[in-house]
């Protein structure tokens, strides 16, 4: 664009240009306007460009989110197997499953043995001090 203004200067001061140059000059007007048209294409995707960087950080975390929450729920999940687990191992339940009393349902012995060992194996001892 320098060079093409500087050639209009020149023209307009009486100087002969040959023949390429008067052309670039006769095409000052829609070069200027290619420029421009290209600045503002720049200028479209800059801010396509940010908006896609803004939507996949926002999918990100989204994502992460999501696997927290699963997670949070396989926690819960496992908590509350070992608390149902655990309470097998206390006498006075084993006792109402035993006999079917105070809402528990009747389990053999053999199946409430099982059910035990489980819970044993499964869930650490909890140390009431700490």
């Known amino acids: 664009q320098l060079k093409l203004e500087d050639y209009k ?3 307009k001061k009486g100087e002969a240009l040959n023949q390429d140059q008067l052309e670039a000059v006769e ?7 290619n420029l421009e048209f290209a600045k ?11 908006d896609l960087l803004k939507a996949q950080k926002k999918a990100q975390r989204r994502e992460s989110l999501l696997k ?3 997670e949070k729920k396989k926690l819960r999940t496992i908590l509350q197997v070992q ?3 655990q309470n097998f191992t206390q006498e ?14 009747y389990l053999p012995s053999k199946e409430l043995d099982y059910l035990i060992r489980f819970a ?9 001090n700490l």
Do not use: W
């Not at 006075?92 to 349902?105: C, E, L, Y």
């Open 40 to 50: 503002e294409l720049q200028k479209t995707f800059s801010g396509l460009s940010q």
């Open 68 to 70: 927290l929450e699963a």
């Open 92 to 105: 006075h339940v084993q006792k109402d499953f035993k006999g079917g009393m105070n809402g528990a349902i």
């Open 83 to 85: 608390y149902v687990l």
């Open 9 to 11: 200067d020149r023209l």
């Open 120 to 128: 044993k194996l499964t869930c650490p001892e909890r140390n009431e």
């Open 27 to 33: 095409k000052y007007d829609e070069v200027v306007h």
